[in-house]
């Protein structure tokens, strides 16, 4: 039997091959860009977190909330006074999110997409990232909190950990067209 790992393995990789994601790993990403991407991932965290919440998927892991922190990454590196615009792949997550807030196993497949990837690459990312890189760091043991949040998944929500891992691709493609060259 395969399990949710093996059967996203695919997306995965493919999300991870991108051209943004692979500036970011070498350190190569500007700033300012890196912030406009935190902006963009606080609207998806937030929304993503506030339904999660909502099943009671994070009362065991209340520190495995990002959208604070990622809030914190963006201000330390914006500052300008105008917020920069959502790309059209967050603004499609956002309406995804809100058509699956009702089913807890699709929603729970956004938490491990998101989350375990922070808690996976992340942890070499944050040495990579401008900034403080909060978003990556945590206040309980990584391995724990995997652990935590393999718990609550089932092989069976493969098809909509693929869509979270799609968007993210899109998200990284758009990230990518705004780069400096």
Request: charge should be negative; glycine fraction near 4%.
């Amino acid at each position: 039997m395969s399990t949710l790992k093996e059967l996203t393995w695919e997306a995965h990789k493919n999300a991870e091959r991108q051209a943004f994601v692979m500036d970011i790993f070498h350190g190569r990403v500007e700033p300012k860009l890196y912030a406009e991407f935190l902006y963009n991932q606080h609207a998806i965290y937030d929304i993503l977190e506030a339904t999660a919440m909502m099943h009671g998927l994070f009362n065991d892991v209340p520190t495995l909330r990002r959208a604070p922190s990622i809030m914190e990454d963006f201000k330390e590196l914006w500052g300008e006074d105008e917020a920069p615009k959502l790309k059209a792949s967050t603004l499609k997550y956002l309406d995804h999110i809100f058509k699956i807030r009702e089913d807890v196993d699709k929603v729970m497949a956004h938490v491990y997409v998101r989350h375990m990837g922070d808690l996976s690459g992340g942890q070499i990312l944050k040495k990579k990232v401008p900034g403080s890189g909060k978003l990556y760091h945590f206040e309980e043991d990584v391995k724990t909190l995997k652990e935590k949040i393999r718990a609550k998944c089932k092989d069976e929500m493969a098809d909509e950990a693929k869509i979270c891992f799609n968007f993210a691709t899109e998200m990284f493609k758009e990230m990518q067209d705004g780069q400096v060259k």
